[in-house]
């Protein structure tokens, strides 16, 4: 069998081969027997019908095409061996020349495990992490997060008076007299707090905690789009596709929690998936090149999650979601592991 590999862009390849005819010509028994097990004809039962007969309704193309879709079958695991190519996904098989008594040629154009050259991300890392982001809060915050308790506990007080059907009081609507003073004896009814000052410094406690937290998730942000440019990272088109569908399938959920058809809101935008879809590529494909470089990362550093840990979270899940059908623990225990893994890497990165 002859072959020739030629590399494609978004880590693909393109093998042409040529499969000699005396292969193809060893799979015509085995092709005429299951074609004639499912034979039927008039006056015979299924599987019984005579050789002679039965060939009668089948055409010496389709007999050829089933003989070289099995040898195509079989020379492609032997084709990936031989040109040492680390295939994924399924690959897509055109037949560009047929015949009887002739050579079968054939083209497959397969996904490849990407290749993969990451900068120096604990050097990356390390200049991220030493880059200071503030954390101080001004009065203007504090005051902002008082008068927004305030409205909170008017709408709430609202609530208990509304009538069933009609729409909750929004904060737009509540009117600066409405709300509550802020003295000592309503800021004890929110918690143990000594008085207001104690209040006022709890809640700037809280405000930095949530600063903090934001700013560790914006330098983790700034940290992988940095290794991302200092990168050089083929991504498969099928995981742009798989990161765009699971953005679509998320999507579709949020719609979903409003009470809206998904096809109904589609309509009332004027919209499309495929609309959708071209508009978040670029989106999916930054997404699946994260996680090939978290990937990458793990398997130099030798990450690893134990396995009692994905086995307790796989379980946690698998118990949320025990009356729903179709949810798969492979597909689960798949995606705890790769979430698990990627948090374990995040944590080395912060290290450095």
């Known amino acids: 069998m002859k072959t020739e590999v030629k590399k494609l862009e978004n880590a ?7 499969l000699p005819k005396e292969t193809l010509e060893k799979q015509r028994a085995q092709v005429e027997k299951s074609l004639l097990d499912n034979a039927e004809a008039d006056g015979f039962r299924k599987g019984n019908v005579p050789k002679d007969i039965a060939m009668k309704n089948i055409s010496p193309m389709q007999v050829l095409e089933e003989m070289a879709q099995q040898a ?10 031989k040109e040492d190519i680390k295939a994924i996904g399924h690959p897509q098989i055109t037949i560009t020349k047929i015949a009887e008594e002739e ?13 993969i050259t990451l900068g120096d991300y604990k050097e990356i890392a390390k200049l991220e992490n030493v880059k200071e982001i503030s954390i101080d ?3 203007k915050e504090i005051k902002e997060a008082i008068d927004n308790l305030r409205k909170m506990r008017v709408q709430q007080e609202m609530a208990k008076d509304q009538k069933e059907g009609e729409e909750p009081v929004s904060w737009s609507d509540i009117k600066e007299e409405d709300l509550p003073e802020l003295n ?9 707090f000594e008085n207001i000052d104690d209040f006022k410094a709890k809640i700037t406690e809280n405000l930095k905690s949530e600063k903090e937290a934001k700013n560790s998730e914006k330098r983790r942000i700034s940290i992988v789009e940095a290794i991302l440019e200092k990168s050089e990272i ?24 409003t009470g809206m058809a998904f096809d109904e809101y589609l309509k009332s935008i004027n919209k499309t998936k495929e609309d959708y879809k071209k508009e978040w590529r670029d989106q999916g494909f ?11 990362i793990a398997a130099s550093e030798k990450i690893e999650v134990p396995d009692e840990m994905i086995q307790s979270e796989v379980e946690k899940i698998m118990e949320q979601y025990k009356d729903q059908k179709g949810i798969d623990e492979n597909n689960v225990r798949a995606y705890v592991a790769t979430i698990l893994t990627h948090q374990e890497v995040f944590k080395f990165l912060d290290k450095q």
């Open 72 to 81: 195509i079958s079989s020379a492609y695991v032997d084709i990936l061996q």
């Open 184 to 192: 000592e004896e309503w800021v004890k009814t929110l918690g143990k």
């Open 234 to 257: 083929e991504v498969p088109d099928m995981m742009v596709d798989y990161e765009v569908e699971k953005m679509m399938h998320e999507f579709e959920g949020n719609i979903a929690t």
């Open 12 to 18: 693909q390849v393109e093998i042409t081969a040529v």
């Open 137 to 139: 809060v001004d009065e």
């Open 286 to 296: 930054q997404r699946a090149q994260t996680q090939l470089m978290l990937n990458d």
């Open 103 to 115: 050579d079968l040629e054939f083209k497959i154009i397969t996904a490849v495990l990407p290749e």
